[in-house]
């Protein structure tokens, strides 16, 4: 299947769009949501189904929907899977979303409902200062 432009600019891929329509979540409103808005932030952007949840990449892999999470929608920022070097990462948080699990590794809490509203363009910025750093 060909993968299509979204308005935005990004890339959807069909097998995610089949895993989002068989997917039950509670959180499934903001995860539509934020699948849009990761993908319309650079039309580099593009998507697959790794690690059983929708993943973001421009070369490599470099975010995560966290689907066990069922009351806040959570998404894990990486360097792809494979080995790199050790390099610290820089995020904007005002918002007191984002939670370091390593230098190159962070888990952003957007949260659900007005939450996760509120918390929009939060991850817009978090989003574009990661690509930028890749």
Same mark, same amino acid.
């Given at each position: 299947m060909a993968k299509t432009l979204t308005a935005g600019g990004g890339r959807k891929d069909p097998a995610v769009a089949a895993f989002? +329509?068989?997917?039950d979540h509670p959180l499934k409103k903001e995860i539509?949501?934020?699948r849009t808005l990761i993908l319309g932030v650079d039309p580099a952007i593009g998507e697959? !189904? &790794? $690690? #059983? =949840?929708?993943? @973001?990449?421009? !070369?490599d892999y470099f975010a995560t929907m966290h689907l066990r999470?069922?009351?806040?929608?959570q998404i894990v920022f990486h360097r792809d899977a494979k080995a &790199?070097?050790?390099?610290?990462? +820089? !995020?904007? +948080?005002? =918002?007191?979303? !984002? &939670? $370091?699990l390593a230098p190159d590794r962070c888990l952003v809490t957007v949260g659900?409902?007005?939450? @996760?509203? =509120? #918390?929009?363009? =939060?991850l &817009? +910025?978090?989003?574009?200062? $990661?690509?930028?750093?890749?």
């Open positions: 989002l +329509d068989a997917l539509l949501a934020a697959g !189904v &790794k $690690w #059983n =949840a929708p993943s @973001f990449r421009t !070369v999470s069922r009351d806040a929608l &790199k070097a050790a390099r610290t990462m +820089d !995020v904007p +948080d005002p =918002a007191g979303i !984002v &939670k $370091w659900a409902g007005k939450t @996760f509203t =509120a #918390n929009r363009a =939060a &817009k +910025d978090i989003v574009r200062a $990661w690509i930028d750093q890749l």
